[in-house]
């Protein structure tokens, strides 16, 4: 019965477009289905119901393969890994430098004969953190200064990063201004590193104008040059 599951799309209730850059939201409740296979089978529909009801800006039809996917997994054990794996994801997200290593390595031991997913590091990032996350992050989403670039490129030659953005200038977040993101981009591809897109994190206040204008403004960016990641939300 999935009765309880509703869907919000930045207040607005279901059937009703979203503007431009706003964030979609979305309240799922998942009855106990019995079995783990049951279990990780209801939640892969649930995610399959969800992304077939975006419509695209233009109005035509939705491509699945334009979005991704991402789990956050933070504070939770590493059996989440497997439950994304499971269910027929492919990508899992962590905060905190020590959790995200316990699990990769958990994971590899407890389970052998599951495909690894796709690891992306989100959390602020310290640079003296880079050396032991190498080997264990595959996306390196929370690159906004030039020492973070100059690290990762040493410890990860070629690794796959997003630049953040803090469009809005909050002070109690990561992210480089806009203006400082082209001297990112240059400076990370120069170190041989694969720039895929911009990440950003709404306004602290959740204020629904304000995240519309920071997403915004980090597509503008992206478009502008040729980034074709967007990593926005939370």
């Not at 996917?69 to 994304?84: G, I």
């Amino acid at each position: 019965d999935l009765a309880g599951m509703t869907k919000t799309v930045a207040g607005t209730q279901r059937g009703k477009r979203a503007a431009p850059g706003t964030a979609l939201t979305y309240s799922i409740v998942i009855p106990n289905a019995g079995s783990e296979d049951a279990q990780n089978g209801l939640v892969s529909d649930v995610v399959d119901q969800n992304l077939d009801s975006v419509v695209p800006l233009d109005g035509g039809t939705y491509n699945a393969g334009a979005a991704t996917v991402v789990a956050v997994t933070k504070t939770f054990p590493v059996e989440a890994w497997a439950s994304v794996i499971r269910a027929g994801g492919h990508d899992v997200a962590e905060n905190y430098a020590q959790e995200l290593i316990s699990k990769s390595e958990e994971f590899s031991r407890r389970y052998p004969g599951l495909e690894r997913p796709r690891v992306h590091f989100i959390g602020r990032l310290q640079s003296n953190k880079v050396r032991i996350l190498a080997g264990h992050v595959d996306v390196w989403q929370s690159v906004d200064r030039e020492v973070l670039v100059d690290e990762i490129a040493r410890r990860d030659p070629g690794a796959h990063v997003l630049v953040q953005v803090d469009p809005l200038g909050e002070a109690d977040k990561g992210g480089c201004i806009p203006g400082q993101v082209p001297e990112l981009i240059a400076r990370a591809r120069e170190r041989g590193l694969v720039v895929d897109g911009l990440m950003v994190i709404g306004p602290t206040n959740g204020d629904p104008l304000l995240t519309r204008r920071a997403f915004e403004r980090t597509v503008e960016l992206a478009d502008e040059f040729g980034l074709p990641v967007r990593s926005m939300g939370m």
